[in-house]
């Protein structure tokens, strides 16, 4: 899932994958710009989603998406 939100510098363009059995993300990239989140170094480890946080809610929807519900958020 592609996304962006904005900060006090700009834009944020991140781009996840999420676990939805296990609530987990994983970014792929991120960046300043589209172009600088493609060349992103990715995680080297998936990361625990917690509740309430917007990146749950992002994978929330993108699970419902392709049809899983979100489970195992901390």
């Known amino acids: 899932m592609n996304t962006r939100y904005s900060?006090?510098?700009?834009?944020?363009?991140?781009?996840?994958a999420y676990d939805c059995e296990n609530g987990k993300l994983f970014t792929l990239g991120s960046g300043e710009t589209f172009e600088e989140m493609q060349v992103y170094r990715p995680d080297t480890?998936?990361?625990?989603?917690?509740?309430?946080?917007?990146a749950t809610q992002v994978a929330a929807i993108s699970c419902r998406k392709?049809?899983?519900?979100?489970?195992g958020v901390k």
């Open 7 to 16: 900060r006090q510098t700009g834009w944020v363009y991140t781009m996840r």
């Open 45 to 54: 480890q998936w990361g625990q989603l917690i509740q309430g946080s917007s």
């Open 66 to 71: 392709i049809g899983k519900s979100l489970s």
